[in-house]
């Protein structure tokens, strides 16, 4: 399984971006999704994750209420839309697949190259 994110950039304090993530196989409904971020500096932080189905999300605390994660079985798509954007939320955005239970960030054996958000203040 390949992923590639997309849609990170440079952004104002205040606003939106939608990061995309789409997966070179045909059977991502197969796998839960998740979004992680690092900073310079700083470990790689848990952001989002979505079922399989799309049924179930799941948010970081200090995200939440910004974020929105959705995904499109049919095209092989996740997606992460991020509003009121600050500039601690400056980072680089990976997405990756894992097979259910997901419990950890060990849980995901597939990994994007990662997409970069940048929130200027």
């Known amino acids: 399984v390949q992923l590639q994110a997309s849609g990170g950039g440079l952004v104002q304090a205040g606003g939106s971006l939608r990061l995309s993530c789409v997966a070179s196989?045909?059977?991502?409904?197969?796998?839960?999704m998740g979004w992680f971020r690092q900073a310079p500096g700083k470990e790689r932080e848990f952001v989002a994750r979505?079922?399989?189905?799309?049924?179930?999300?799941y948010y970081a605390d200090s995200m939440k209420g910004r974020l929105t994660i959705s995904r499109d079985n049919a095209k092989n798509t996740v997606f992460l839309q991020m509003s009121s954007l600050k500039p601690e939320d400056t980072a680089v955005y990976y997405c990756a697949a894992g097979r259910p239970p997901i419990a950890t960030m060990k849980s995901y054996n597939y990994w994007g190259q990662g997409t970069q958000v940048t929130v200027s203040s």
């Open positions: 979505i079922s399989p189905s799309g049924g179930s999300t």
């Open positions: 196989v045909s059977t991502l409904s197969s796998y839960s």
